[in-house]
């Protein structure tokens, strides 16, 4: 019995071998020889994504990526249009623009907006739209008033808990903590929408906030709201915009495919759309340079030269300048307001001074120059130079001078000890920095740091937490100094970053406090044109930059590897997929027989 | 021994019971909040409150493990937080068959190559064709598994590129019908399954190198050979066959490895298997999918371990269970 079945397997292993072996061989012949993949991947455009989608669903995606795919799949009420001169959005209807287009600004078609004009009122308490009355929904469905009304009542159903209610802040209702939507959002006809606020709101804010992307009632009004993040619809959207959803595989690949019956403004021109999910970055990199992907997004500065060495069909795309790297330093004691509520300064970082000192000590060109090279800029403060109409392009970054540093140390009493380290009054200047493990330009940046730090005497440890430990410290204000960024808005709204009432401002980290940046915050949003808070975000960045509650370092350019077949591509801080819809791709010189 | 097998599975109830309750509270007392990413500027504070509701993480923790448990009993593992409110068993039941793909590849590739070398290590002793693969094994088997895939890639798919890169299968291979679909398929798994495969062989192969020349010197073997009988039919039926009998009860054990190995794997070549389902759900704090793997991960080593026992029980007659 057992030899028999001995017998019986034995010729067949090596066989099964050669089979595998031939097949393996066979299946990497025929796919880099025909033209099957290459003909399909003329018309498809691929972008690589560190993670999945969340939801396809404008009122709880919460992701960058899912937001990007709404966005080509839902319809919106108003066209934003960035304008790189001055750093400010504009809004469009059909029919009319919030102020007119500049010329560097990349406009895009006014007919992709469901709005064909506005009306602000003239105590600025309501808006009104116009709707245009020939869009539809894929369905057939026309897209009335009522399914913007339906889908504002989803973004302010607490159940549902939409990540964009804030949006609902000022309509009738929100400051006695429930927006009255009966009140707050009329609907007369199937054309006319109208928003009412309980205060009066500047008109650039208003479009803002009321713009939200709508989503069809008449699909959604059965799904009760605690099943609406279930709900499978999620799975198959209806929206109107120039894509349509085609299959979407869950943690590998999304694939959209240009709508046909699209009129918001006309079906996308690349015919198919692939999002596909690549966890690892060296991953990414490798797919860009092989070509069987066509957008990588943040690439790393020392990966450039390689990439375009090896393959010149790739480019680098740099973006700018919306995220910044800083030193946070302990403003406050936080023990003793944890403990008591009431503030004392912080025994090493609560002196103004001493924070300028630390400034001037860090060589931040240097961590420019060794990180990010021409993709780095030395910042000021939070305000980015990109947003032109408030930028105050007079204030000079304070130098990397080291004798000033001690200089400013020794006038506060920081006196070297025996041991080489600075002491004041028998404390010793020596503290823990932290940062999140895994991001090597911060892992530079500290090094440098402490280094910087010990040839003016102060002892600086250094220790990386894994994200969410850190992050988790730095919410309940546990540590002294660490080392992190922001990716600022295109509005300016720095309240929650610095406003006084460390209760309400949930990211004023350091507990910097500073009751004229509140009073300038407040009257900058009271002015109904951005522009004219000019004179106060000038102000704002020169008391940010004398006190240094934290130490800005640098402003960091995005890079994006795009492939050469991309054509039309116009990237700017508004996003990397900005005029996605005017992209074309250049056929692939394989295909021509 | 159907009685054997009832009763290990009966303890291993409670065991994996065990386990759950242990992960079910180490989790929730590590830090980290799976509401975090919505606690940033420009989304109202409210919103994180309102998450945490809908997940059930404001009730006391004896409350949630009640809950929970309940849930479990019913066959309820509930709902992905950083999935879209998927169930879990959902991502499971999607993640598992690419994650045993790879293993069940891996396993076999695993046997046949480690079993091969062994063997001829073994038969040419102190050879330097024995000497080689010794060396060669051991530079594999201690190399980091990511690294190893990391410059598989470099080499095979970036330097010369016959294979690809990353995923499961080509832009458009649903095209292909069905046999083209699972040659592209078979293509893509090449790089990664060499990658495991090749540690796990070449731990196998010393395995059986060494049972190899125990048997080699036994009275029988000697026996057949003054018998008459081709080296072949000695080594191949006569010694082989005793000589696997300790490496039979590998393939039980070697599951768990295969499994953490495929961790790696399915992370660099973007696989949405089990490993990186964990990995990032263990990142994102999504608590029931944490803790859903966790008992597919338990009840796959139990099993394992049930499978190596019950198979030396087959393969040797002298063990009775």
Avoid at chain 1, 131 to 156: E, Q, V
Avoid at chain 1, 220 to 229: C, I, L, S, T, Y
Avoid at chain 1, 488 to 508: A, T
Avoid at chain 2, 262 to 288: H, K, Q, S
């Amino acid at each position: 019995m057992t030899k028999k079945s001995n017998n019986r397997i034995r010729p067949f292993l090596p066989l099964l071998l050669l089979a595998l072996v031939t097949l393996l061989t066979a299946c990497s012949k025929s796919n880099r020889k025909d033209g099957l993949s290459a003909s399909a991947k003329d018309s498809t455009l691929v972008i690589s994504m560190l993670a999945d989608a969340d939801y396809i669903n404008p009122v709880i995606g919460a992701s960058v990526t899912s937001a990007n795919i709404t966005g080509l799949i839902y319809p919106t009420l108003l066209q934003n249009e960035f304008d790189p001169e001055t750093g400010l959005l504009n809004y469009v209807a059909m029919e009319k623009k919030l102020r007119p287009s500049s010329p560097k600004a990349i406009g895009r078609s006014p007919k992709s907006a469901l709005a064909r004009s506005w009306t602000m009122a003239p105590d600025h308490l309501s808006i009104t739209y116009i709707l245009r009355n020939d869009a539809k929904w894929d369905d057939g469905h026309p897209i009335t008033s009522h399914d913007f009304k339906f889908a504002y009542r989803m973004y302010g159903n607490p159940v549902i808990a939409s990540p964009r209610q804030q949006a609902l802040a000022e309509l009738v209702g929100a400051d006695r903590g429930q927006v009255d939507f009966d009140k707050a959002i009329e609907t007369p006809d199937d054309t006319t929408l109208i928003f009412r606020f309980f205060k009066p709101v500047p008109e650039y804010i208003a479009l803002a906030h009321t713009s939200m992307t709508p989503i069809p009632e008449h699909i959604w009004k059965e799904v009760k709201p605690q099943e609406f993040r279930e709900s499978k619809l999620n799975q198959k959207p209806i929206g109107a915009g120039t894509y349509r959803l085609q299959a979407w595989n869950k943690q590998q690949d999304l694939i959209l495919t240009s709508n046909k019956s699209c009129i918001l403004p006309k079906p996308g021109n690349i015919k198919r759309i692939m999002f596909r999910v690549v966890p690892d970055y060296t991953v990414r990199l490798g797919q860009l340079q092989t070509g069987d992907v066509d957008v990588v997004e943040n690439i790393k500065p020392e990966d450039f030269v390689s990439l375009t060495k090896t393959n010149s069909s790739i480019d680098v795309k740099a973006i700018g300048l919306k995220v910044y790297d800083y030193v946070g330093w302990m403003n406050i004691d936080q023990d003793y307001f944890h403990k008591t509520g009431k503030f004392r300064p912080h025994p090493l970082f609560g002196s103004a001074a001493v924070r300028l000192a630390l400034t001037h000590a860090i060589d931040r060109q240097a961590i420019i120059d060794g990180f990010l090279g021409d993709y780095g800029v030395l910042c000021n403060t939070d305000i980015s130079p990109s947003l032109k109409w408030a930028y105050d392009d007079t204030i000079k970054p304070h130098a990397f001078d080291q004798s000033l540093a001690v200089k400013l140390l020794e006038k506060e009493g920081w006196l070297p000890g025996a041991d080489g380290i600075r002491q004041k009054n028998g404390k010793r200047f020596s503290f823990t920095l932290y940062s999140n493990a895994g991001n090597p330009r911060r892992n530079y940046a500290c090094v440098v740091i402490q280094q910087n730090l010990k040839e003016i005497g102060i002892d600086c440890k250094i220790e990386f937490q894994e994200s969410n430990v850190f992050f988790e410290n730095l919410h309940n204000r546990k540590i002294d100094a660490w080392m992190a960024g922001w990716s600022i808005g295109l509005e300016i709204d720095p309240m929650d970053v610095w406003g006084s009432d460390l209760e309400k401002s949930r990211f004023n980290f350091p507990g910097y406090i500073n009751p004229r940046i509140d009073q300038l915050c407040n009257l900058a949003k009271s002015k109904m044109r951005p522009e004219e808070a000019r004179s106060y975000w000038i102000e704002y960045q020169k008391i940010l930059h004398n006190d240094q509650p934290i130490t800005f370092l640098y402003w960091i350019k995005e890079t994006q590897g795009f492939n050469k077949r991309i054509q039309g591509a116009e990237l700017n801080i508004a996003g990397t997929f900005y005029n996605i819809d005017d992209w074309t791709l250049k056929p692939s010189p394989r295909v021509a027989p | 021994m159907v009685k054997y097998i009832l009763k290990r599975l009966l303890i291993a109830v409670p065991l994996i019971f065990g386990v759950l309750t242990l992960t079910f509270f180490i989790i929730r007392l590590a830090p980290g909040d799976p509401a975090a990413f919505f606690i940033q500027p420009g989304i109202s504070p409210k919103v994180a409150e309102q998450i945490r509701a809908q997940y059930g993480l404001n009730d006391p923790l004896p409350v949630q493990y009640v809950k929970w448990l309940g849930n479990v009993l019913h066959g309820d593992f509930g709902r992905s937080f950083s999935r879209a409110q998927q169930p879990v068993l959902e991502v499971i039941a999607e993640s598992l068959p690419v994650t045993m793909t790879i293993a069940i590849l891996t396993l076999i590739a695993n046997f046949a190559f480690g079993i091969v070398i062994g063997v001829i290590s073994a038969v040419r002793q102190n050879t330097f064709l024995d000497r080689f693969l010794t060396v060669t094994a051991l530079f594999f088997y201690s190399m980091p598994e990511f690294w190893f895939a990391l410059m598989m890639i470099i080499l095979f798919a970036l330097k010369f590129p016959l294979f690809p890169v990353s995923g499961l299968n080509e832009v458009g291979a649903e095209n292909y019908g069905t046999f083209g679909f699972v040659l592209d398929r078979i293509w893509h798994l090449a790089l990664p399954v060499t990658v495991l495969s090749i540690n796990g062989a070449a731990g196998i192969a010393r395995y059986v190198r060494g049972s190899m020349l125990e048997v080699i010197r036994q009275d029988y073997i000697r026996t057949a050979r003054a018998k008459g009988l081709s080296e072949r039919a000695v080594i191949l039926k006569h010694a082989l066959r005793n000589a696997l009998l300790p490496v039979v009860t590998l393939m039980g054990s070697s599951l768990p490895f295969i499994f953490s190995g495929a961790l790696f794997i399915e992370v660099i070549f973007a696989f949405p298997g089990m490993g990186r389902v964990t990995v990032e759900a263990i990142f994102a704090r999504d608590y029931p999918l944490i803790i859903a793997n966790t008992f597919v991960s338990g009840a796959l080593i139990v099993l394992g371990n049930l499978l190596s026992d019950v198979l030396y029980a087959v393969v040797d007659p002298r063990i009775k269970l």
